[in-house]
């Protein structure tokens, strides 16, 4: 069997309905389903190069190394994929470069591994499904299940303990409903606590876990009668009311998990006013400072002028909803 070079691009996503909680943390199994949408612009590229020549797969992200917890994730999605190809010993080099800042709570980690499922399956001759490519990403990074599909996406958390049934799945193409995305960046330093470690001690020590996972499943139900509908107001009650119940979590985790700087705390109320005064937008913000808003075509410029004036915002990005997945020749 011969094995090829290839290089996919997976966007990163944003959770409107947020996964925070393992229940099982090996195969990154959730406690409850998730849904979210792709960016478009935003991701990472993946080149996946099988040498026989190899003892060990190498990594290395923006021209860093990937070491420890990472190469250990990037072992277990190579090893998956391996297994599919007939249990080769041959092992990678792996390039990788993220369109967005690394560790800072906009999970490049989603794209990362929704990339390198893509691209290492095509190098190692593996003819994988979306559902499939789903299920080996999020072994390496759970919201990476997502980020193999474009558009509005659901995580099934799934009921069985092999997690076969834990798959992402589009619930919406990209054009379906042409909101406009910003990403406030705020603070670029290293976030301190991953999502990784960071969901582990709070389904261990938050007293809020229990009624977080509840929550989820109902925010799940109400998001999604939402964008069937089309319905801003209706979305951004949820999404923004199902974000500040996971950092409620977060905050009540001990030690707490407090990932807010000023500038967030400044976006968010800056989102609420915009709307009060009839502009369409809505916040969320992952594990991290920064703030994503969704905003109608005809308000975009407007929030974007006000978030970009906030003291603690170094910039403002501008997208679209975008596409899921794919392979980039020659990449
Ligand atoms: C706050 O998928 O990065 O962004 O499965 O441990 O890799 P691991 O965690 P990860 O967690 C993402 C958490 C979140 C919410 C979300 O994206 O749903």
Redesign the pocket.
Known sequence: MTFERAAAFAPI???LV???G?RDPVL?LPYAS?L?VALAELGSLTVVAPSAELDANIMVVNDEPVDGAGLI?VGRVMRLIRQMAGNTEVRAGIRGVNTVPTAQ?L?S??SAFAALATAGCAAYGVDADETTLSRIARQ?????S?SVHGGWVIWHKGERDDGLDSIGEQLHDADYWPLRALVAHVDIGRKKV???EG?QQSARTSPFFGAWVETCERDLRDCRWAIAQRDIDALANVVEANCLA?HSVMMATRPPLMYWQPATLAVIHAVRRLRAEGFECLFTI??GPSVVVLTGQGSVERVAAEIGRIEGVARVTQTRIGGGAHLVPNG
Do not use: E, Q, V
């Not at 390496?140 to 990476?144: H, L, M, N």
């Open positions: 996503n944003i959770a947020k996964y925070w393992k990154n998730s979210s994730k709570g999970a980690s989603a390496g990074s759970g919201s990476a997502r991953s999502s990784t969901m996971m992952d594990a």
